[in-house]
């Protein structure tokens, strides 16, 4: 079973571009906390650092047989987790807007 805490739903293609399927969200979204640090100035424009805690907002415990879809942040501070998968072989639309993608990845 999967459980799509993403802040909008993934659609499944498969090899020859059709959609096979959708995964609703959920509404809850797991979000990793962060914050930036200042490393530099150029040109007038600040460049900073983007640091992801491990602390993540809206990630249930695991559940036996249950796989969370979540962004690739939060699946990466949790390397732990072998139940988080993100979105991967993404597949894109004439505009080079992501539309949805051809699997599931675990990032550990």
């Known amino acids: ?4 805490l993403l802040p909008h739903p993934v659609d499944l293609f498969d090899d020859d571009g059709e959609l096979v399927g959708s995964i ?11 914050s930036r640090q ?24 695991p559940r036996p047989g249950t796989y969370y879809i ?21 597949v894109r639309n004439g505009r080079g807007e992501i539309v949805g993608c051809r699997s599931l990845c675990r990032c550990a």
């Open 70 to 90: 979540v962004s690739r942040p939060v699946a990466e501070v949790l390397p732990e987790r072998d139940d988080l998968v993100v979105p991967d072989e993404l």
């Open 24 to 34: 609703p969200t959920t509404g809850a979204v797991a979000r990793c906390r962060e």
């Open 38 to 61: 200042v490393i530099g100035v150029v040109d007038g424009v600040r460049l900073t650092r983007t640091v992801f805690e491990r602390e993540v907002d809206n990630l249930p415990g």
């Open 1 to 4: 079973m999967f459980v799509n």
